[in-house]
């Protein structure tokens, strides 16, 4: 369900502010929490199943360089999607309630870029390993400090 903000409420007409507030929103930290990609789209005079075709790429162990090329491509065009729901809200003429319609429409788009961009299978396996390595550099060089002091 989209998330009610206190600039979602109020008269319909939308101030300049109201309209930065919105756009802010769309790429704040942590956008994505709540929202669902949604179950279609339509790209290009089609239909796609945006979320099984993002499942499927997530659960992909290793995907293929094709898989790679296509889910960039997708998260690019939902990218262009999103810029122009962002124009829509900052210069269009739209109610508060249309606005916050396309805010909440761009941020599950945004989630879907997200994990298309994420690294799935034997990449990611590595960089956590790297993550991890680093982390336990950083714990032995604090205890190192501390036993020092």
């Known amino acids: 369900m989209p998330e009610k903000w206190e600039v979602c409420e109020g008269p319909p007409a939308l101030t300049p502010e109201d309209r ?3 756009v802010s929103r769309i790429h704040s930290l942590l ?3 709540g929202e669902l990609i949604p179950q279609e789209i339509r790209l290009d005079n089609r239909t796609v199943p945006l979320r099984d075709v993002v499942f499927r ?4 162990d290793d995907p293929t360089d094709q898989e790679r090329k296509e889910a960039a491509a997708l998260a690019h065009m939902l990218e262009e999607l999103v810029k122009e729901m962002e124009e829509e809200i900052k210069h269009g003429d739209v109610t508060r309630a249309k606005a916050c319609e396309l805010m909440n429409e761009a941020r599950s788009y945004l989630r879907a870029v997200d994990e298309l961009r994420t690294v799935s299978g034997k990449e990611a396996e590595l960089k956590r390993r790297s993550l991890m390595t680093r982390v336990e550099d950083a714990r032995r060089w604090k205890r190192f400090v501390e036993k020092v002091r």
């Open 20 to 22: 930065a507030k919105l």
């Open 31 to 33: 956008f994505w929490v």
């Open 57 to 60: 790429y997530i659960m992909s």
